[in-house]
Structure formats: structure tokens, C-alpha cells
């Protein structure tokens, strides 16, 4: 009955390598979403999962951001070659879904990606 | 494009005041709004919402207002407490759309 949870909590990479950030959503939710908040910005939408197809993917910001969900459950968002302005902490959240207004999300503690 | 404007990156009040948390928005077609508080180390929290056929919206202390010609919202908290202390996101939802809009936030800060 544990809410959503994020790994790592902290990561530190050097500038060009990959990395992998693991989200698992509330059990029973069909909706996941990934979000992002730069230093002293608002959350800004990457990408959502209904299931495990992706119908919106418009905020992931390049080609290097890639995201997957399998089993309507666990999510993995993948950045190649990264750079120093992918530092941010990555928020995954989910929801019941269905797509109704009042759908309320609900978020991990996030990844505190920084790229050195 | 910044849609859902928080133009107070923060804000103190006094324990027992009333805080007031501003949110304005640029798109018409957005049909819900929500307040999310956030503490640091954790992740957004959702507080209250507001559908956008609603003029008022009241949850024990937190009241949200919403003036859709005014593309204005607000959030009330009264008596404000110690524990209110955190930064708040005020988000949007859009018609057919899945994604939430969110503003920059106001840091609020409750003095004893």
C-alpha cells in the first residue's frame, strides 16, 4: 500500500554517460507520468503513460530522453550522453487514470539527477 | 510559454494570518486547477482543486478561489500554522489533455 518510489534517490554522473531512473507507480494505477523541476523552475511535463503505451510524449526535451513501462507498472526513464543542463530532480507520479479532470496525481520523492 | 504564472517566488506570514497564494493562467481551455504543496526531500502533495465551473472550492483551512475572467486563482489558508511552511505549486489541466501545467511556485514561510 506504499505510495510511488523513485531510484536512486541521488545520482551524480559525469557529462556523456547514460543513466537509467526507475519509478514505481501506486499499485492498481494505469496512469504514470514523469515530470521534471530545474533549479528554481516549476515542474515541467515529460512524457505519460497510459498503460504501457506513451499518447503523449511531447515534453521530453531531445532524442537523448527515452522512457518505457512494462507490465502497467514499473517505469524507467533513460538519458543518453547526458548534459549539464539534464540536472534537475526527475518526479514521476501516478494516477488512477481514465482521463478525468479530477484525476488526482500522485508523486515519488524524485531523483536528484546532477551531471558533472 | 509559461501558461500557470506564480509571480511570488515567496512569501512570510505571520502564525495565525491568513496566507493568500496567487496563480494566474494564460489558457482558456484549461478546465481544472489544483494546489500542490511541497516539503523539501519529498515530492508534491496534492492540497485542494478546483473545477473551472466553480467560482469557490473549501477544505478546513484551505479555501481556493477562482476568477476564470480574471484567468486568476488563489489559495487562502487561515489560521495559517508552522507546518503550512513549504513551497506551493499551482497546477493546471487541460481539456484532453493527461498532463498537468504547473507554476514556478511560492516558497511560504509561516513566522511563530
Known sequence: GAGVSQSPSNKVTEKGKDVELRCDPI???????????????????????????????????????????????????????????????????????????????????????TVT | DQQVKQNSPSLSVQEGRISILNCDYTNSMFDYFLWYKKYPAEGPTFLISISSIKDKNEDGRFTVFLNKSAKHLSLHIVPSQPGDSAVYFCAAHRLGAQKLVFGQGTRLTINP
Request: charged share 15%; net charge negative; aromatic share 12%.
Open chain 1, 27 to 113: 499499485s492498481g494505477h494505469t496512469a504514470l507520468y514523469w515530470y521534471r523541476q530545474s533549479l528554481g523552475q516549476g515542474l515541467e511535463f515529460l512524457i505519460y503513460f497510459q498503460g504501457n503505451s506513451a499518447p503523449d510524449k511531447s515534453g521530453l526535451p531531445s532524442d537523448r530522453f527515452s522512457a518505457e513501462r512494462t507490465g502497467g507498472s514499473v517505469s524507467t526513464l533513460t538519458i543518453q550522453r547526458t548534459q549539464q543542463e539534464d540536472s534537475a530532480v526527475y518526479l514521476c507520479a501516478s494516477s488512477i487514470g481514465g482521463g478525468l479532470a479530477g484525476d488526482e496525481q500522485y508523486f515519488g520523492p524524485g531523483t536528484r539527477l
